[in-house]
């Protein structure tokens, strides 16, 4: 009778027989709603750990490949620097070329003349030896 009436008033023993203002079914759903919401904050804490794990590996994945990136620009920036100085190299001997056979055609033209020169210096030292 006496738990009755202070039960109306809203007062409640609990297992231990200790005076507690809530019923103890609402005492022990929230004492288990608190272990849910602890492992609920675990599990939670735990994913934020995996997910911080994953962010930490995609960044320094992201640094490596930005990294491999600026190598291939640099090794393609190489091989056009490369191209063009060839180019320009093959340019240079195709003038040089040019010029020695412009230089190849005079010595030619030249030869021609001084060939023309000794024959006809010839002929006339053999006019003048036959007129003697």
């Known amino acids: 009778m006496a738990r009755a009436a202070l039960g109306a008033a809203g007062l409640h023993f609990d297992e231990l027989n200790k005076l507690r203002v809530l019923e103890p079914e609402v005492a022990a759903q929230t004492a288990q709603l608190r272990e849910e919401c602890r492992a609920f904050?675990?599990?939670?804490?735990?994913?934020?750990?995996?997910?911080?794990?994953?962010?930490?590996?995609?960044?320094?994945?992201?640094?490596?490949?930005?990294?491999?990136?600026?190598?291939?620009?640099?090794?393609?920036?190489l091989l056009k620097s490369i191209a063009k100085q060839r180019e320009a190299q093959e340019q240079q001997l195709q003038a040089l070329i040019a010029e020695k056979k412009m230089q190849l055609e005079r010595y030619r033209i030249e030869y021609e003349t001084l060939c023309k020169v000794e024959a006809d210096q010839n002929e006339f030292i053999d006019q003048f030896i036959f007129q003697k």
Do not use: C
Request: glycine share 6%.
């Open 41 to 77: 904050v675990d599990k939670t804490a735990e994913f934020q750990k995996i997910v911080g794990s994953l962010v930490e590996l995609v960044d320094q994945l992201a640094k490596a490949a930005e990294s491999e990136k600026m190598k291939a620009i640099g090794a393609q920036n």
